[in-house]
């Protein structure tokens, strides 16, 4: 069993660089943010107060999360239902931080996140793979980019899904996300002991893939 840990902020290319990472290595892909979007749709959809930890975490007692694995990523089921898109959505986006920096939330995302090595070796991306759920791995990256990169990256994938994306909107929206991540009490983001850094900006998704692969096929996880 591998678990290959990707820690980082907000838009630095986690998510499509660990998945083409687990496609090349034949490994699962997981995407914990997707997860913590997933409680934060929960509460959007039974219009629960997300700074309200009781209700927050009567939420989590009286619903049901099924881990499912498709096309060799885990995704859920809340209540039987899959959200889908609407993870991505605005509604979610905006308030998934005050989610995330509750303590309840977290004690039960990374139990289920440390149940999906059922499925086998992970690449998982997040911000505390390396420093809380998988911390014994000797697999830790930490990606990182500047933040008006980030932005940029980020207004694209926004312009795609939803026809607009402004960049400073979203600038705006990842120094406060960054700021909540950064200072939150339980699991702050920071770089896990014995993460390799690496700054994507000017890289291309190709070429921190490559780096990532690379070093494991050096260190013989994959031949």
Known sequence: MIIVAVDGPSASGKSTVSRRAAQALGFVYVDSGAV?????????????????????????IRMNMELVLKDQAVGYLIDGEDPGQEIRAEPVRERVADIAAQQSVRVYIVEKLRLMTKFGSLVMEGRDIGTVVF??????????????????????????????????????????RDQKDSSRATAPLQIALGAKIINSTGMSIDQVVDTIVSDLKKAGVVS
Request: with cysteine; net charge neutral; glycine share 6%.
């Open 36 to 60: 913590y979007r997933g409680v934060t749709w929960k509460c959007v959809k039974e219009g629960v107060d997300v700074k309200d930890a009781q209700a927050v975490t009567n939420l989590l």
């Open 135 to 176: 911390p014994d791995t000797p697999y830790k990256y930490y990606l990182d980019a500047d933040p008006e990169e980030r932005a940029r990256r980020r207004a694209a994938e926004i312009r795609q899904t939803e026809g607009a994306g402004d960049v400073n909107e979203v600038l705006s929206s990842l120094r406060r």
